[in-house]
């Protein structure tokens, strides 16, 4: 005899609850080095450092590291069960992050305080959205999904928005440091362009062509310049995007994340085999400041880039001259 509805339904629960302690089981038994961390990200204020922490595969979620109390303000926001990294992005109060977490029926775009509060899916209805990025009015949030289109929505999940053509395979969004446009790619067969259109979808005009695929869009300060990121991460372009045309390109062996431009839009910080080195794009020359490798980087002032050291808890300082 089929089951009904309602026994249908307890099973269900059950099977939820007995999954969810499983985890929690499993998680409580793992060592420091069982997890692995990535996508470190400084916030807007160089206060806290975000960054993904994996345990073996089984669940992603952001941990918020305070770099002046050197403790973790949170962990584990967004959990996700899978391999799926939560992609996030700072708000520019830097009090917030929005982030993607894949729970099943309830995949989305999520915002929450750092403290884990305020917890809130704002795409519950958008399936597979990917790469947010929060504009710097701190109004709403830019994102693709895995189809090919990108959206704007406010914060507080209303006013969904697809700006991009149904026509277009288009991803990576980044909102320009004045909030007026919006950068985004476009792949085009084995390759890429880069497109800007105002941020609400009007007037797109096409930047530049690549033969790579890129993984991120990086603006200058100053909204003059746009970084990509090949996905290999051993490449990179500076596209002009006053005068549209590819102005330099970085290409090594190894991965040059992470990548952060100077204050004042005139060098590019990555990392080499070498170490840490820093392009001056007007001069095209180049200069290693340190021998250290490290995987994070915030350009504080002209002259200084910080970097965390997880490992043993302090902040490491690199002078930069001209």
Do not use: C
Request: glycine content about 6%; hydrophobic content about 40%.
């Amino acid at each position: 005899m089929p089951l009904s509805r309602r026994t249908l339904i307890i099973v269900s629960i059950f099977l939820i609850i007995l999954i969810g302690l499983a985890t929690l089981l499993y998680l409580s038994s793992l060592e420091p080095s069982d997890y692995t961390y990535s996508q470190i990200n400084w916030s807007p204020d160089g206060k806290y450092v975000a960054f993904i922490t994996t345990a073996n595969a089984m669940t992603s979620g952001i941990d918020i590291f305070s770099v002046q109390d050197m403790k973790f303000v949170n962990s584990g926001i967004g959990a996700s069960p899978g391999v799926f990294p939560p992609h996030f992005s700072w708000s520019p109060d830097s009090q917030s992050v929005a982030f993607v977490s894949y729970q099943g029926i309830h995949d989305g775009i999520y915002r929450a305080n750092i403290d884990g509060s305020n917890l809130e899916n704002l795409t519950d209805d958008v399936l597979l959205p990917r790469n947010p990025d929060w504009s710097p009015d701190g109004r709403r949030i830019a994102f693709d999904i895995f189809s090919g289109q990108v959206y704007i929505v406010n914060v507080d999940g209303a006013n969904l928005v697809r700006l991009t053509s149904r026509n277009e395979d288009a991803g990576i969004p980044a909102w320009s440091p004045d909030g007026r446009f919006i950068a985004y790619q476009v792949h085009e067969g084995s390759g890429s362009a880069v497109y800007i259109m105002n941020a609400d979808g009007s007037n797109y005009t096409r930047l530049a062509d690549f033969r790579d695929v890129g993984s991120d869009l990086i603006w200058s300060p100053d909204g003059n310049k746009i970084i990509l990121v090949s996905e290999e991460a051993t490449r990179f372009y500076v596209v002009d995007t006053i005068q549209p045309q590819i102005i330099t390109q970085v290409i090594e062996n190894d991965s040059l994340l992470p990548i952060v431009w100077s204050p004042d839009s005139t060098r590019i910080a990555y990392m080499t085999a070498e170490g840490l080195v820093v392009k001056n794009i007007q001069t095209d020359t180049l200069k290693q400041i340190s021998s250290d490798v490290v995987d994070n980087l915030f350009w504080k002032t002209p002259g200084q880039i910080l970097s965390l050291d997880m490992l043993n808890r302090r902040v490491l300082t690199f002078p930069v001259n001209d």
